[in-house]
C-alpha cells in the first residue's frame, strides 16, 4: 500500500523559507519519479517540482531559482526546500507518485502573509 505523508508547512512572512518533506512507503522508492504539486483556493492543482530517479529536477517557471527539490532514498524521503517565498505561494502542498495510478498525500498548507 503506498503512502505518502507531507510535513513542514506553515505560516512565513515574505521572503521567508520552509522546508516541505514528504515521507514515503513504498517498495523500490528509488525507482520512481517523485513531484510536488500545489494548489491555491480556487485554483486548479498545479505542478511545482519533480525529481526523477536518477535525480534530475524540472520545475514550473514560478518557484525556478527559489524552490530545491530533493531525495533521500535510503529514508525513502522527498524534500521541498523553498527560500524567497511569496504571497502567491500560499498552497495546499502534496507529495505525489504515479505507481499505475497516481497517489497523493494530504497535503500541508503553506501561507505566506506578513
Known amino acids: 500500500q503506498v503512502q505518502l505523508v507531507e510535513s513542514g508547512g506553515g505560516l512565513v512572512q515574505p521572503g521567508g523559507s520552509l522546508r516541505l518533506s514528504c515521507a514515503a512507503s513504498?517498495?523500490?522508492?528509488?525507482?520512481?519519479?517523485m513531484g510536488w504539486y500545489r494548489q491555491a483556493p480556487g485554483k486548479q492543482r498545479e505542478l511545482v517540482a519533480v525529481?526523477?530517479?536518477?535525480?534530475?529536477?524540472t520545475y514550473a517557471d514560478s518557484v525556478k531559482g527559489r524552490f530545491t527539490i530533493s531525495r533521500d532514498n535510503a529514508k525513502r524521503m522527498v524534500y521541498l526546500q523553498m527560500n524567497s517565498l511569496k504571497p502567491e505561494d500560499t498552497a495546499v502542498y502534496y507529495c505525489?507518485?504515479?505507481?499505475?495510478?497516481?497517489?497523493w498525500g494530504q497535503g500541508t498548507q503553506v501561507t505566506v502573509s506578513s
Open positions: 513504498i517498495s523500490f522508492f528509488s525507482l520512481y519519479p
Open positions: 525529481i526523477t530517479s536518477g535525480g534530475t529536477t
Open positions: 505525489h507518485v504515479r505507481i499505475t495510478n497516481d497517489y
